[in-house]
């Protein structure tokens, strides 16, 4: 058949309402292929409905208000929660690490060897508890008429510039810094409210505490002399003799252990040693020199009672002059101890000092070069040869110079408690025959600080630690009431999106 007849037949068979198989065919594939666009775009819109979705779910959006604590009727949200349990974990986090908590296995690792806590349970649990006693410590102020004012309020916003300083320095927007703080939950206005309450909750405890707890100078001698043995400084000084057999290996480097008798043999030539040093002692010779030549360690830091030295300093019945070889099987060792004296601590339980502190900033080097501590120390040198002898003078170079957050109140730390500061800082501060005016330069992990010494407080240390142990001990038991006296609901459905 010709092509035009065979048209031409296609034409009846369609005008007769027959149907074209070819047109038919075409039509079949394009109606499949219509089919495929729809199904492909249908399953293309669930995919990205599902992205979407876990992108708006991973945001936190939907957690974020559901409700995961409720105290006296009041509720507080996951994100609410999540801030002040990664406060609890951010706290704690250094101190469990170094004991073995692995922080990507919160929910799963034992707290403490316990089998019915995790870590996850333990810091769900503090946070509650902070909860209960922020809840009740707010709702205390405002029946007394405490709210917070323009001080406490600047309060806030120190610790929010302070949130975004460490921000910007880490690479993070602000938000994604608190996020990553606070988990995804969290929002700025939820982090500046908890802040408020915060501030409020401490402003109150502050206030309860100077009306409530007030004690007198018969009470802080009481306390005292019921915790010598806490405040008293010893005069003293021990050596320490290792009587730990010497370490082996065997042919591939591995430790070998001792044996009963090796270790038997080591105690005993410790013992050996420990009473030639001593004989060598009384007869005149200097105990650490002794201790240099046996190749022992010498120390005048004497621990605490607990331990077996501890017990021997601190027994009551010590006096000037004793001495003594103890044997502390637990540590395989013997020590060597002199007891010179024992007194309470007079010292000025506060002080303040002006310093400039002066690190590589300091410095105008090019952008390859690194500053040596000889430079640092030369720097602090320099300034302190332009100063004018007073102490405004000393003020303005740490205004000037100084690279610490105080710069701007002259340098000045004032009324700081003993035990404060780190150690090289406070040593020169409690230097023998430190006085008023005297300056020097002290070296820490910090820099170098350029020391103005301003003076010491009134009362002494054994006074004022006495009376802080007395208030922090009733504080405690205030806290612990409020806690005990609040009631909390945990939603265990909201309570899983935290953490």
């Known amino acids: 058949m010709s092509a035009s007849r065979e048209k031409k037949k296609r034409q009846e068979l369609l005008a007769n309402g027959a149907v074209d198989p070819k047109a038919a065919r075409e039509a079949e594939k394009k109606a499949a292929e219509r089919k495929s666009n729809i199904l492909y775009g249908t399953v293309a819109a669930i995919f990205v409905i599902v992205a979407v979705a876990l992108v708006v779910y991973n945001s936190g959006i939907f957690q974020r208000n559901q409700t995961a604590v409720t105290i006296d009727g009041e509720k507080y949200t996951v994100a609410e929660t999540g801030y002040y349990y990664n406060q609890v974990y951010q706290n704690y986090a250094s101190f469990y690490s170094a004991m073995g908590m692995d922080p990507s296995a919160l929910k799963s690792q034992p707290y403490g060897g316990s089998d019915d806590m995790t870590y996850d349970d333990f810091f769900k649990e503090s946070a509650v508890d902070n909860m209960k006693y922020i809840h009740a410590a707010v709702k205390a102020a405002g029946e007394a008429g405490i709210s917070l004012d323009s001080e406490d309020e600047a309060v806030v916003k120190q610790n929010v510039d302070s949130m975004k300083s460490a921000a910007a320095s880490n690479g993070y927007s602000y938000g994604a810094y608190l996020k990553a703080m606070y988990g995804a939950t969290i929002t700025s206005s939820i982090v500046e409210s908890c802040l408020r309450d915060q501030v409020l909750a401490s402003k109150y405890a502050a206030q309860y505490s100077e009306e409530n707890f007030v004690y007198t100078d018969e009470d802080i001698q009481a306390y005292y002399d019921e915790h ?32 009963d008798e090796e270790k ?18 009384e007869a005149g010779q200097g105990l650490e020199q002794l201790a240099e030549a046996k190749g022992a ?3 005048t830091t004497i621990s605490s009672p607990s331990t077996t030295s501890g017990q021997w300093f601190y027994d009551a019945s010590r006096k000037a002059g004793d001495t003594s070889v103890i044997e502390d099987a637990s540590n395989s060792c013997y020590y060597v101890a002199v007891f010179n004296s024992r007194q309470r601590d007079d010292s000025a339980a506060t002080y303040s000092v002006r310093h400039v502190l002066v690190t590589a900033d300091n410095l105008d080097l090019p952008d390859d070069q690194e500053a040596t501590n000889e430079q640092i120390e030369a720097k602090a040198n320099e300034i302190l040869a332009g100063w004018d002898g007073t102490e405004e003078g000393f003020a303005n170079l740490a205004k000037t110079y100084s690279q610490d957050g105080n710069a701007s109140e002259g340098g000045l730390y004032e009324d700081v408690p003993k035990g404060q500061m780190v150690a090289a800082f406070e040593d020169w501060c409690y230097e023998d025959g430190r006085q008023s005016g005297q300056t020097g330069i002290v070296q820490t992990n910090y820099g170098y600080h350029i020391m103005y010494f301003v003076g010491y407080g009134d009362t002494a240390y054994w006074h004022y630690a006495c009376e802080n142990a007395l208030r922090s001990n009733d504080e405690n038991t205030w806290r612990s009431g409020l806690i005990e006296a609040t009631f909390a609901e945990v939603n265990e459905s909201g309570m899983k999106n935290v953490g």
């Open 228 to 259: 010598k043995d806490t405040y008293d400084l010893i005069d003293g000084a021990y050596v320490t003799v290792s009587g730990s057999p010497e370490a082996k290996t065997d042919d591939e480097g591995n430790a070998v252990e001792a044996t």
């Open 297 to 299: 360690t010498y120390s």
């Open 264 to 281: 038997t043999a080591a105690m005993a030539a410790a013992k050996t040693a420990a009473d030639e040093i001593l004989a060598s002692f």
